[in-house]
């Protein structure tokens, strides 16, 4: 962990019309993927618009490594059903948190990342000053599925002594 650059903190917000892997609905849930770092959210029973609503922190020493989520239907009996994936990168986000600002009106947008067939934005990802802090909104439209969205904010947390400050 000495090249640890800092602490990213993911505001796993909600899916947005995920797959029907059960009867009707899913009992979905959330793996967040980094390195050898592996997250998950709670499962949310019967809801295919589930708000998680959870914060998952990373430690992050290699901001060129990609961040992957995974959705899947929680199964009592069988293995648990893909319910698709994303990935998004944290490249651009760190090189704004490293530009150390200060004092910005809230609200201001620091940089902007448009979708493109690499990424798996649905939308323009802003980065933003609020509150004091550089965060960014994505919504990630889910791969190797045949619909779902889900949306988050990154946040970044400083460590004392960490190369990212």
């Not at 998950?40 to 060129?64: G, Y």
Request: aromatic letters at 6%; one cysteine or more; proline letters at 4%.
């Amino acid at each position: 962990m000495e090249n640890l650059v800092g602490l990213l903190r993911i505001h796993i917000q909600r899916g947005v019309n995920l797959a029907v892997r059960d009867m009707r609905s899913s009992d979905p849930y959330l793996i967040v993927k980094m390195g050898k770092q592996k997250l998950k959210t709670r499962v949310v029973k019967r809801n295919l618009n589930p708000e998680w609503d959870e914060k998952l922190t990373l430690t992050v020493s290699d901001p060129n490594i990609p961040v992957k989520l995974f959705v899947y239907d929680k199964d009592t009996f069988t293995f648990d059903d893909k319910m698709g994936d994303a990935e998004f990168e944290t490249a651009t986000f760190v090189k704004v948190v490293q530009m150390g600002l200060e004092g910005l009106p809230d609200g201001t947008i620091i940089a902007k990342v448009q979708p493109t067939r690499q990424n798996c934005l649905a939308e323009e990802s802003r980065i933003i000053w609020s509150n004091g802090k550089v965060v960014q909104n994505m919504v990630l439209r889910l791969r190797n599925v045949e619909r779902g969205e889900v949306e988050l904010q990154l946040q970044w947390i400083h460590v004392p002594r960490s190369m990212g400050h």
